[in-house]
């Protein structure tokens, strides 16, 4: 790729940003952001419900093999092309500057949502349930209010802009404080579920249950068991299929957390030692997460017993009265209900943990995307300043911030309609659908070629074909079968027509805006933006 008209089209010849990321922060940045905690709420939850019989080990298994050929990909792009910014700048320059602003914008439309829906997965499941469960449930009430997520959500926006603007120090000491009480939360379950028998799991749960007029552990079971096969025609008891096709159902929910590790190339630009640090710390996020859910699956059915998880999944899902309790069952409130008052307190802080972040976790990346659009003019200067004290793209971070302050409060006042899979669709058909196929294509765009041959990632072949090729391919599989799910389960959400119409307007909106932007800049300023898209941008 040429340099030609570089110092013309480019906001600058410097980004600003420092590279002080190492593996480790990457790691846990790509953990935390599958929130390794919060997801396995989802599995545990969901999984018995939408799969009842399908094995948790075998679905999260073919999911985390499917998912490292897609870490790989993500890893290999971003080591080719070392830039903060995500899948916009690898796709911008691999595809075409369309596609790669398309892909970032489907992440902006979807991270508006999570901004939202994951903010306030902060308050439920999470302090509600402590909240309840420690006899404070005034507390309870009061965070699940509009109001009260009004306020509370506020508070996590100021924190995390603030953080967001500190810099890159301030991130790692944050997430890292997250991941460690998270990490704690994980061992005192484990230790809890090791420790007790069913036996005492039944007797806890039966004398909370009666506090809250709702049915005892055998009671629950009967009454639900009798619905799911008159209603249903479930045989139940339910156990655990080892056919593989019984699981394949279950490769949403175990991709809700799995597919997410990606986020860590956002700060590429600001990593050292690219390549391994994505490798190890991607790929190794994927396996830890993996791992701790199939260590919690096996305490869970030894202290619980999946039969129970598929009732109670059923009995909250499908809203039996036999289940009363005024917040969701969770693998978590099982620990909780048998643990010391002490030690409730320490696993509900540590559910929190895996979610606190969330909001910082849109915003930081959402700065350093349009950090990027201004780099190659498709957004206003001011979205490219970065602080010469914090090396944190500022006004930028504001803005993100303020914008998601938005999804928030529209979330706490309509939240069925922000929490729909429009969230989900979105990032799969552009931001990760795009970059698996700029994944099977970098080796072999001629443009790409000395940028490709000069990284690393050109060394790594299964014969004559390249990995990251393979990898794409794999990762695109994987996605597509996720999409299929999707579409075609109504219980995954189903063909959720505003989710589809609002998705259709961001991306025509986006197509126009690109054109827009690119006659404005040629018309008026006298630059052709198309020349930024023909080599990689500053560092």
Known sequence: MNSKGKERVFLREATGLVREANWVDILIFAALNMSVGLSAWWLFLWGPYIAPGGNLYIGVLITLVMMIF?????????????????????????????????????????????????????????LTTTFHLVGMSEAAEFVVSPIGLIICGAIVVIISVVIAILGLKAFRVFQTICFAVGVIMFFAIWALFSVYSKADFVNAWNNVAANYRSADYHT??????????????????????????????????????????YIATYIAGETKRVERSMLIGIIG?????????WITTALLERIVGYDFLVATSYAYGDGLECYAFPFPPSYFGFAIIMAPTWLKWLIGIGFVAWVLYYFLY????????????????????????????????????????????????????????????????????????????????????????????????????????PLITISGIIYFILLVTLLYYFIINPLYGGWNIPSLIVAAIAYITCVIYYFAVKYYRKKKEGIDISLAFKELPPE
């Open 70 to 126: 897609g870490g790989l990909a993500w890893a290999f792009l971003a080591s080719i092309v070392p830039r903060s910014g995500g899948e916009y700048v690898f796709n911008s320059r691999i595809l075409h500057p369309i596609l790669g602003l398309m892909s970032s914008w489907g992440w902006i439309v979807a991270n508006f949502a999570w901004m939202g829906t994951l903010t306030a997965y902060i308050f439920d499941p999470g």
């Open 220 to 261: 629950l079971m009967q009454q639900t068991f009798q619905y799911l096969e008159t209603t249903y025609g479930i045989k139940t008891p339910v156990y655990q299929s080892w056919n593989v096709v019984d699981a394949l159902p279950l490769l949403p929910v175990a991709g809700w957390g799995l597919i997410y590790p």
């Open 285 to 293: 996020s994927l396996v830890f997460c993996a791992v701790a859910w």
């Open 362 to 465: 849109s915003v930081f990346p959402g700065a350093r995307i349009l950090l990027a659009w201004s780099f190659d003019r498709l957004a206003p200067a001011a979205l490219g300043d970065v602080s010469e004290k914090f090396h944190t793209p500022v006004k930028a971070s504001i803005f993100i911030g303020a914008l998601g302050m938005i999804a928030v409060i529209w979330y706490a006042l309509a939240p069925a309609y922000l929490a729909s899979y429009i969230a989900m669709i979105p990032q799969i058909v552009t931001c990760f659908m795009l970059t698996s196929i700029a994944a099977m294509i970098v080796p072999f765009r001629k443009k790409m070629r000395s940028v490709y041959d000069a990284s690393p990632v050109s060394k790594y072949k299964i014969g004559p074909i």
